[in-house]
């Protein structure tokens, strides 16, 4: 026990007078039992605490009533993890030498550090790491700690910013609840969100390329003479829609669409969106339309003139047909 801290009582529910008559051996055997556990045979452990009882055919007789661990260690050896403890006081204090604002953190979960007790003399190098170079602006592969395998960050990334919330201040600038990534919380670059997209009229081809994938940062700044933009979430839809004059499609992004909002040169363009007709695509297009409120959707059908009737842009190579949701509301 800590200094100063009471003994730990476990107070036993005695059975009833009557009860020790009816199983008088079981009873006997319990006691026996609690007797041969004890500190007193033993060496180390519990003591019972005794009072007595009168039957009046049994007549008086003495029955435990509580028991009594009086230090940790007995406590610690009773449930047989005394090396876990040592282990725990260790790591413990290696922490709080460096990191003294973690002592409520591994009061609270214990058994987390313990799970990583192995590792935990580099995860205590990572936090010395972000705690130095504040907003580094490195990728994660990037980061160089003696010792430490390039990946020991990645895998252990959950622990790491259970910590880091701790120790250092999120990122300046992020919105509070923002769903940020680690990177941006701890002042890392993270991988560029890549916005893919073919170009449709060959006549438009970029350096003679129609199948192009770019940083979402560059398709904000892209110039292309193309009116026309068609956006689809699945991969195969994109990569299969047919040629069409002075149209691009941008496909794959799913939920990702809000990577599309830098691109301000698109609100002067006709855009259309074709997703699934399930909670998931309309989801998406209400995403979409928050950025482009312009933006109508439309679905395919088995035969097709042209896509989208209404638009005035045509081509002769479309071999199905398109046709939008509603053409009066998208």
Request: charged share 30%; net charge positive; proline share 5%.
């Amino acid at each position: 026990m800590e200094p100063g801290r009471n003994p730990r009582r476990q107070n036993h529910r005695r059975a009833a007078v009557s009860t020790h008559a009816q199983h008088f051996e079981e009873a006997r055997t319990w006691i026996r039992t609690l007797e041969e556990g004890a500190r007193e045979r033993r060496g180390f452990g519990y003591d019972v605490e005794w009072t007595e009882i009168n039957h009046r055919q049994l007549g008086r007789n003495r029955v435990p009533d509580k028991v009594v661990v009086s230090t940790e260690a007995d406590a610690l050896r009773l449930i047989g993890t005394q090396k876990d403890a040592e282990r725990f006081e260790r790591l413990s204090r290696m922490t709080q030498e460096r990191f003294p604002e973690l002592r409520d953190w591994l009061i609270r979960r214990p058994f987390v550090a313990l799970d990583h007790a192995v590792d935990w003399a580099n995860v205590l190098a990572v936090l010395a790491w972000f705690r130095d170079h504040p907003n580094s602006g490195h990728y994660l592969r990037q980061i160089d700690i003696e010792g430490i395998d390039t990946k020991f960050i990645e895998n252990h990334r959950s622990l790491l910013a259970d910590l880091l919330s701790i120790t250092i201040e999120r990122q300046a600038g992020l919105e509070p609840g923002a769903l940020a990534t680690f990177e941006q919380n701890y002042g890392l670059k993270g991988k560029p969100p890549i916005v893919r997209f073919r170009v449709l009229d060959p006549a438009l081809a970029i350096g003679g390329l129609t199948d192009i994938a770019v940083p979402a940062d560059q398709f904000a700044v892209l110039r292309v003479r193309a009116p026309r933009i068609f956006i689809t979430e699945n991969e195969i839809n994109g990569l299969a829609f047919p040629d069409m004059a002075k149209s691009l499609v941008v496909f794959g992004l799913g939920y990702s669409l809000d990577l599309l909002g830098g691109a301000t040169w698109m609100r002067n363009c006709e855009i259309h969106y074709w997703g699934d007709i399930d909670t998931h695509g309309f989801a998406m297009l209400n995403r979409l339309r928050t950025r482009f409120p312009r933006v109508r959707s439309f679905r395919r059908t088995s035969r097709f003139e042209a896509p989208l009737r209404a638009s005035p842009l045509k081509s002769a190579r479309c071999t199905k047909r398109w046709q939008p949701i509603n053409s009066e509301t998208g």
